[in-house]
């Protein structure tokens, strides 16, 4: 029999050579570990839908941050509950909020590790929603200067990166301006900037108890029959300043991760 000149599977032998041309190489300092951050001392309560992972008080992050680092993980990124809500999410900028105490909790237990933020309202609002309310509509450009005023607390306190994931338009921009303003030209913004409505979140809305009281999120979250759509988003994001594009919730949406990579040359993150 007369094979062709080239044989794959003369660099498929053995680990050595496999190792040696592999293209995709995942690594423990690629991946970033969601902390949830709740009010008191000494707590840590498991969430029922998503087992092994914990809501935990602000004294039990040095330990969470040791276990990272000793298996190679060196981000994370910080969700918080607050101990109040009110429709304004206001908590969500408090000087002394429960993020912005985790972050300087971390920053000075655990130096080493990169602390990036979440930033949205929904968390903090009383109803719910990722944006404060204008009757029963989510108020976009409201919304717009509670999120910078949100990241600019984080990073005064110094977080290493922000990650808005609310889908309001125009907040990009407004949250790099916010910083640049500030002197805080060096911290990335890793944007949410494809992020469609979706089941999976059902676990993650019980960590953070941020299910919406009333309605749902589709007027901001994308629609998950749309591809060219989410080219948009992720070109208006670009031109807004991000650094990073994520695609949530990854697993589902494969294809879209591809075609940004064949789009765009921003580093894309993957959360699921």
Known sequence: ??????????????????????ETHLAPEQLVYPLFV???????EEVSSMPGVFR?????????????????VRSVILFGLPEKKDAMGSGSHAQNGIVQQAIKELKNTAPDLTVITDVCLCEYTDHGHCG???????????????????ALSHAKAGADM??????????????RNSLDENDFHNIPIMSYAVKYASAFYGPFRDAADCAPQFGDRR????????????????????????????????VAYLDIISRLRDEFDLPIAAYH
């Open 1 to 22: 029999m007369v094979f062709p000149e080239y044989r794959p599977r003369r660099m498929r032998q053995n680990e050595n050579f496999r190792a040696m041309i592999r």
């Open 38 to 44: 709740m009010p008191g001392k000494g707590k840590r």
């Open 56 to 72: 935990i008080s602000v004294d039990q992050l040095k330990k969470e941050a040791q276990s990272c680092l000793e298996v190679g």
């Open 132 to 150: 404060c309310l204008k009757g029963n509509e989510v108020d976009n450009d409201t919304t717009l200067e509670l999120l910078a005023r949100t």
């Open 162 to 175: 922000v990650a808005p994931s609310d889908m309001m338009d125009g907040r990009v921009s407004e949250i």
């Open 219 to 250: 007027s901001y979250q994308m629609d998950p029959a749309n591809t060219r759509e989410a080219l948009r988003e992720a070109t208006l994001d670009v031109d807004e300043g991000a650094d990073i594009l994520m695609v949530k919730p990854a």
